[in-house]
């Protein structure tokens, strides 16, 4: 049996996003059955000692204080960008100037002009490309794209889109490069996930309105002192998209309490599709117009919920354990089932024991 071929991969930048690019090169070669193995080659960071330390921490097999080096590097195929925003578009445009492929971290430059400059050179040069809005990779949007681009949902009157996270609650937190006006603020760091989300489930977006709210008005430096923030902490936009539907989103990381809480809303002519889990591991399907059947499907789990056409809060729970490789699938067929059948009590639930989904009918206030 011959060796399989190897992609060697370059990281420049080893914060919170830097390991979790390393995380999923390692987890890719174990769950996707990959035609290649990917071998970490060299790692960079801003010092020699943080870059030795990412490397050994990682499992890189070199380490430098000097990005370029990466790009210079012949051997390498693969250059992952994870480094301040400010910095993407120089990064990935001299790596594919040496016709590398670029994974780059969002969002891919300040400005619009920036973007479309990469774009435009990696479609010149041939190489690959792909950008970390990670969310698009969840079953659970394809499904929710699905049923909007088939009509199943009908027509389509609005959305709502929400990304918000409380890692800028506290004013004690010190200013970083989250905070630089090149690059920074909730908009460009939440808000081009939410904006991703929008545009993958309705198309294009034709016209916005905002407002950029500076929720904390300065930041204390790790030197002393404090420092003005110039950026926004929450930023709620209007949006008009080119297929006539309108709705919001809300970039916000001063939301107390909330941790990676990604959520999407869709309000059709007769009912509401919503999704509101966070961490983007949940679709609710709605069938009606009698009464509101949910099934929110999580990777690990399935949970499901009725409730009456008027109100939105839950009457029974339940839970039960589903595989994780047959959740799409199985969620798949769960559409059909509902389809299928009257909304006046029945529900999709994952049957461990037998593989496949079941339809159930509700009695009372409880599951049986």
Request: aromatic share 8%.
């Amino acid at each position: 049996m011959s060796a399989k071929p190897k992609l060697r991969a370059g990281l420049i930048g080893t914060g919170f996003m830097g390991k979790t690019h390393v995380f999923g090169f390692a987890t890719a070669l174990k769950v996707f059955g990959l035609p290649f193995d990917i071998e970490l080659r060299t790692v960079a960071d801003v010092t020699e000692a943080a870059a030795q330390r990412a490397a050994a921490e990682f499992g890189f097999a070199r380490a430098t204080s000097d990005w370029r080096e990466i790009i210079l590097d012949p051997e390498i195929e693969i250059v992952d960008i994870t480094a301040p925003n400010a910095l993407h578009e120089e990064m990935a445009l001299t790596a594919i100037g040496a016709g590398k492929h670029v994974y780059c971290e969002k969002p891919v430059a300040t400005r619009s002009a920036g973007a479309r400059r990469m774009a435009a050179a990696a479609e010149t040069a041939g190489i690959r490309t792909q950008v970390g809005f990670n969310y698009l990779c969840n079953p659970m949007f394809a499904c929710a794209r699905e049923m909007i681009q088939s009509g199943e949902l009908g027509e389509i009157r609005g959305y709502r889109g929400l990304h918000c996270e409380d890692y800028m609650a506290d004013a004690a937190s010190p200013f970083t490069f989250r905070h630089d006006p090149e690059g920074g603020g909730a908009l460009a760091d939440l808000g081009s996930h939410a904006l991703a989300s929008a545009e993958f489930l309705l198309g294009p977006i034709s016209k916005v309105m905002g407002d950029c709210v500076i929720a904390i008005l300065e930041r204390p430096v790790t030197t002393g002192g404090t420092r003005p923030v110039t950026v926004d902490d929450t930023t709620r936009v209007f949006l008009r998209f080119e297929n006539g539907a309108t709705g919001s989103i809300e970039a916000n990381w001063v939301a107390t309490g909330r941790k990676m809480q990604h959520d999407f809303e869709i309000w059709v002519r007769a009912a509401r599709f919503p999704s509101a889990r966070s961490g983007c591991t949940g679709i609710r399907s709605m069938t009606g117009p009698g009464g509101k059947v949910f099934a929110v499907s999580r990777p690990d789990r399935t949970t499901r919920r009725t409730a009456s056409s008027a109100l939105p809060r839950p009457i029974s729970w339940a839970s039960t354990i589903s595989r994780p490789s047959r959740w799409r699938d199985s969620f798949a067929r769960s559409r059909v089932k509902l389809r299928s059948r009257s909304a006046s009590g029945r529900v999709c639930e994952f049957r461990r024991s037998s593989k496949r989904l079941r339809a159930r009918r509700l009695k009372g206030d409880g599951w049986r």
